[in-house]
């Protein structure tokens, strides 16, 4: 039996068919227009799966191959693990400035090299 969304009413009936041929339905009560949902849901177990195979450096593409799951949701659960973390990432203030020194002699090293020998030789 069907029920609406919204008011949880079981009087629903069909409604033609939305743009992508999915069905669609609607309530009598609330005139609200709905497609049922068949999302297929992930379970915690595969969700500490994957986030063991992203630890490991698996591209996104063949983690999708391996646990069936879409590549919009993967980047989704993604962003949302990227959220979780700290902004410092647990480190030291100390530490962060040797890295923002790192970074930065990196790009001047970079720009040296670049501009190395003669006119005959472009980069």
Not at 10 to 38: A, E, M, P, T, W
Not at 39 to 54: C, D, P, S
Not at 78 to 99: A, F, V, Y
Request: charged share 25%; with cysteine; proline share 2%.
């Amino acid at each position: 039996m069907l029920i609406c969304p919204r008011c949880q009413s079981g009087n629903v009936i069909l409604n033609g068919r939305i743009h992508n041929g999915k069905q669609n339905h609607k309530c009598k009560d609330c005139s609200r227009q709905f497609v049922l949902n068949n999302k297929h849901i992930i379970r915690e177990e595969i969700r500490m799966l994957i986030g063991n195979a992203l630890l490991e450096r698996n591209s996104l593409r063949a983690i999708c191959r391996i646990f069936g799951v879409n590549l919009t949701w993967l980047q989704g659960f993604t962003h949302s693990l990227w959220e979780q973390l700290p902004d410092d990432l647990g480190l030291s203030k100390k530490m962060i400035k040797k890295i923002k020194k790192m970074q930065v002699f990196g790009l001047q090293a970079d720009e040296m090299w670049s501009f190395v020998g003669r006119k005959a030789y472009k980069r």
